[in-house]
């Protein structure tokens, strides 16, 4: 019997509808960014075998248990609606606000109660919290972003 060859790496596909390629894209990122998993060029119509538009993602051997426990959250989860598609977009936002970049009082005016929920309570910029505090959805989350801002700027940050 021949030696059988290493495998190299797994492809994933995500399939979507023309209406659904920004959801589709989103996810795409998110395993791009988590995984590192290269990200292959979204058709937006059936190619190949292909019932529907796809984008390949390429994961490695020693990735494949953990993308695969990842995927099968994002498949349970996609059907809500695009749900997922905002989270990972709101994630994003948060990871932004995380590295010190501009804060985008629009975007987070219009995050979910749970982004600025987790924005008030892991913040670790005075600029974040005070314009959460002008613009957050609930009067809890504004008046926490006003105290946690508070205390942020008497330790100087």
Do not use: C
């Amino acid at each position: 019997m021949a030696a059988m060859a290493a495998i190299r790496d797994f492809h994933a596909h995500i399939y979507f509808d023309p209406e659904q390629l920004s959801e589709a894209q989103a996810v795409a990122a998110a395993a791009g960014e988590r995984f590192g998993v290269p990200v292959g060029h979204f058709h937006t119509r059936p190619v190949g075998p292909h019932p529907r538009g796809s984008v390949q993602l390429t994961v490695l051997p020693d990735q494949f248990g953990e993308f695969a426990a990842w995927a099968a959250l994002v498949v349970d989860g996609a059907g809500a609606g695009g749900f997922i598609a905002r989270r990972v977009q709101e994630w994003g936002l948060f990871k932004a606000l995380q590295s010190g970049e501009p804060v985008d009082r629009e975007a987070l005016a219009a995050a979910s109660n749970w982004l600025q929920r987790k924005v008030v309570e892991e913040a670790d910029s005075s600029a974040v919290l005070a314009a959460l505090g002008d613009v957050g959805r609930t009067k809890r989350v504004r008046n926490l972003a006003k105290t946690h801002a508070g205390r942020l700027r008497s330790l100087g940050r």
